[in-house]
């Protein structure tokens, strides 16, 4: 690990936390934003699952966050250490073990029911409350230390308390920078069978050699592979899978069955898993067997059902598995640098039980990549009071804004890329599902945390219809976010004591559901603010469903009342009564409708021999006379062959378009040389296009002319 690279690497983490935390207008509250910083680091590398924010301290207490996962059978709980120094300054072992202390005494206080002084509308009333309702399901907890500090401490051995497995975890900045400098690869995952289990494993190896890689077969109890995943969770699994596959289809239920009814049939019946390490470990047993010691960055690319099930019938279900029996493939690869390219191979053929797909949504599809390559070349309006144009950052991938910033060479350069991309105005994939499922009526899944909601944000984008983002799309998916960030800052300024995330997507689903998703998103891109008749409407609105969410039925858990489709439901019947001013602003259906994506890039594609038909049997007009067309429509009729291929230069130089666009107007210039009128959905989404070249200063109508 280089010194410079290491040092650059947390100044660069440090100056993160405080531009958020001016952004969030909160720099009293710096831990928190170092807290959220690094889970963030944490969660996209796949070292935790998801994660909440909930700050607490008091006498003998303190807790930065939490997760729950696995059916509430796995808990973490987190407690940050922040020093806000750099260089980084050393962490002693009696800061770590005092802060450990408190975040087990917080979990111990949950269990007993022993929080009755803390506030009712508190997030930490609320975890200890989670805590204890979950405490007959919970069996794996987490103990985890942040700091941006430097810790050097032993490995803390695990503790059992009852049906409780309470593991210890330290992150500091130099563990984070690894983390970061890997490509936020997880950490590798040792097995050491001898010193764990308390036996090598025998096994077999491929009877031939080559350079690529090494193979062996063995047999694992389903108690081991129980415990492995009990230890290591979703990361014992494939690279990019962090989701854990619930019990919902045939085959999981078919494992389930088996282990319960045929135990010992187990090992004919099923398939069996396929794994990959960096390398191995052998002795020699004395019978002459081959037996595997250790295992060094051990993964299971394929069989993450079986694992995940197993797990799940023995602590959810309290079955013995100790005569189920897997039998494991172990791929051992001889240069690193194959990883990448064969492990999904290996994954893809091992073979045909369901596939976990939760995360091949990944940050390489091209639907992120587009939205990346608008987010960099589409300027935002310059705010009020203000000539400087920004851009909306896509940090598609985590850390990317501070390599950008970093590629400039000197301290201006890297000032005036602060200027032009605004941290407040950095969003993330997961941002991005906050946004667009709170603005489509999905608070409840909004709810359910950061990576839960990325994933149904996926399964909607893919269920719906999979589109390209252009310039449109996101102009209005930058309206959102200023819609959804602005109502968070007028939510916390009402200081309703907890729940805030909650209640900002509650808002915002009930403020497009009364407008009919009519609020003119359009005004807020252009003017990159909301109206003040709006922000009205938000303060209203937030008071309503403020009180909604914490009057559950019964006397649930609130959070957990948020995550249920009947507390959106009950909310949605709710009277109200929007302000006149409001009213005036809003946008007609048309507008609405026009919004639609998917729509307009259907009009992109319809064949040729359509378009014919469509303009022979009109008689040459679509819908009637050409009387009835705009003038802008007109306007595009009128363009020549020549005038098209212009078009079409600047609309590929400008790298903001989707292919089917660019088709599009190329379509168009065939019609033109014909003399074919172009029908409705082409004169649609021609004119999107050439709104958008128009704004971005690459044409105009002037420059058609000449």
């Known amino acids: 690990m280089s010194d410079s690279d290491f040092e650059q690497f947390a100044e660069s983490f440090h100056q993160d936390i405080i531009s958020y935390s001016r952004d969030a207008d909160t720099e009293s509250f710096t831990e928190d934003q170092f807290t959220e910083l690094m889970l963030e680091y944490m969660a996209d590398a796949g070292e935790i699952d998801d994660r909440e924010k909930c700050s607490h ?7 930065n966050g939490y997760a729950l996962s696995n059916d509430n059978e796995n808990l973490d709980l987190f407690v940050s250490i922040y020093k806000g120094e750099c260089p980084p300054t050393k962490v002693s072992k009696t800061e770590i073990s005092t802060q450990i202390k408190r975040l087990r005494t917080f979990f111990d206080r949950a269990l007993r029911r022993d929080y009755s002084t803390l506030e009712d509308s508190s997030p930490a009333f609320d975890l200890a409350d989670k ?70 494993v025998p096994s077999l190896p491929m009877p031939d050699e080559n350079s690529v890689y090494s193979s062996y077969l063995f047999i694992l109890s389903g108690d081991t592979l ?41 090992l004919a019946y099923n398939n069996g898993i396929s794994t990959t390490a960096k390398n191995i470990e052998l002795i020699d047993l004395p019978n002459g067997i081959l037996a595997i010691r250790r295992i060094c960055d051990f993964q299971i690319v394929n069989g993450g059902q079986t694992t995940a099930s197993i797990y799940h019938t023995r602590t959810k279900d309290k079955q013995n598995v100790s005569r189920v029996y897997v039998q494991v493939k172990l791929t051992v690869l001889k240069n690193p640098d194959n990883v990448d390219s ?26 992120h990549i587009h939205i990346q390559k608008i987010s960099r070349s589409l300027w935002a309006p310059a705010k009020r009071g203000s000539q400087q144009e920004t851009h909306w950052y896509y940090e598609r991938v985590r850390g990317q804004y501070q390599d950008d910033k970093g590629r400039e060479k000197t301290p201006k350069q890297r000032k005036i890329f602060g200027e032009r991309n605004p941290t407040g105005q950095r969003f993330t994939k997961t941002d991005l599902a906050k946004f667009e499922n709170s603005w489509d009526l999905l608070p409840h899944i909004v709810s359910l945390g950061a990576e839960k909601n990325y994933r149904e944000f ?51 689903a009930l403020l497009s559901l009364h407008t009919k998703q009519r609020i003119n998103l359009e005004r807020i891109w252009k003017e990159q603010a909301l109206s003040q008749a709006l922000e009205e409407t938000i303060i209203n609105l937030s008071r309503i469903v403020q009180a909604h969410i914490t009057s559950p039925p019964g006397g649930k858990n609130i959070t957990e009342w948020c995550k249920k489709e009947d507390c959106w439901k009950s909310l949605q019947i709710t009277e109200i009564e929007l302000p006149d001013a409001l009213t005036a602003e809003l946008v007609d259906e048309n507008a609405v409708r026009a919004r639609d994506i998917r729509a307009r890039q259907k009009a992109g594609i319809i064949p040729e021999t359509d378009d ?41 130089e400008a790298d903001m378009f989707a292919p089917k666009q660019i088709s599009l107007l190329r379509r168009m210039q065939k019609l033109s040389g014909r003399k074919i009128k172009p029908n409705t959905y082409q004169l649609e989404g021609t004119r999107e296009i050439l709104l958008a070249l128009a704004e971005e200063h690459r044409y105009s109508t002037d420059e058609a002319e000449n």
């Open 57 to 63: 301290q008091s006498r003998g207490i303190k807790v």
């Open 131 to 200: 805590i204890y309702q979950s405490r007959n399901d919970l069996s794996l907890i987490r103990l985890f230390v942040l700091t941006d500090g430097i810790a050097n401490v032993d490995v803390i051995k695990d503790d059992i308390a009852g049906p409780y497995r309470i593991s210890h975890h330290v992150w500091d900045i130099q563990r984070l920078y690894r983390l970061r400098s890997s490509g936020s690869r997880p950490e590798p995952i040792e097995i050491d069978f001898e010193g764990e289990f308390g036996r090598s």
């Open 226 to 266: 129980a415990d492995l995943y009990g230890k290591f969770g979703p990361r014992l699994l494939e690279r990019n899978v962090r989701a854990y596959l619930q019990m919902r289809g045939g085959v999981n239920k078919g494992i389930r069955d088996t282990i319960i009814n045929e135990p010992h049939m187990f």
């Open 342 to 367: 064969i492990v999904p191979k290996i994954s893809e053929c091992a073979n045909s039980q369901n596939k976990i797909n939760a995360a091949d949504f990944t940050s390489n599809d091209p639907f």
């Open 458 to 508: 996926i399964d909607q984008y893919r269920n719906l219809g999979e589109f390209e983002p252009d310039a449109d799309y996101y102009r209005l998916l930058i309206a959102k976010a200023i819609l959804f960030r602005r109502t968070d800052k007028i939510v916390q300024s009402l200081k309703f004591g907890g729940y805030k995330a909650n209640i900002v997507t509650y808002t915002i």
């Open 612 to 652: 014919e038909q469509v303009a022979d049997s009109s008689g040459g007009s679509d819908a009637g006379s050409q009387t009835s067309l705009s003038e802008n429509d007109q306007y595009i009729r009128n363009l020549t062959p020549q005038k098209w291929l212009k078009i079409i230069r600047e609309a590929t």
